[in-house]
């Protein structure tokens, strides 16, 4: 990584597709009445209260993509599944990584 990049905290950017095809599983942690509202095809539904307790039901050797509404939640995830080891990506808000998939 360049001096410059490091300074200005740019990384180079998530290919969210590429992902998906290789396997990616796609966790939206906003509440169930957030995702009954809209969400993206093949998303699992794990709010963010229960991830801890169901974590231990994803495999490691599998990419993990994070959503919620506004990328906050799903910060917070991607700290706690990437520090139990799992390979995980921040999605975002929901709405703009479905964009990202089309």
């Known amino acids: 990584?360049?001096?410059?990049?490091?300074i200005l905290g740019l990384k180079p950017k998530t290919d969210y597709k590429n992902?998906?095809?290789q396997g990616a599983v796609?966790?939206?942690?906003r509440t169930k009445a957030e995702?009954?509202?809209?969400h993206i095809k093949n998303s699992k539904n794990i709010p963010l209260e229960s991830l801890q307790t169901k974590s231990?039901?994803?495999k490691k050797d599998k990419p993990i993509i994070v959503c919620c509404a506004t990328?906050?939640?799903s910060g917070t995830a991607r700290r706690?599944?990437?520090a139990q080891g799992?390979?995980?990506?921040?999605?975002?808000?929901?709405?703009s990584l479905n964009k990202k998939l089309q």
């Open 1 to 6: 990584m360049s001096f410059l990049t490091r």
């Open 19 to 21: 992902l998906v095809k």
């Open 26 to 29: 796609i966790i939206d942690v």
């Open 35 to 38: 995702f009954s509202t809209g």
């Open 56 to 58: 231990s039901s994803f």
């Open 71 to 73: 990328g906050m939640r």
């Open 80 to 82: 706690s599944l990437k």
């Open 86 to 95: 799992f390979q995980v990506y921040n999605g975002g808000g929901w709405i």
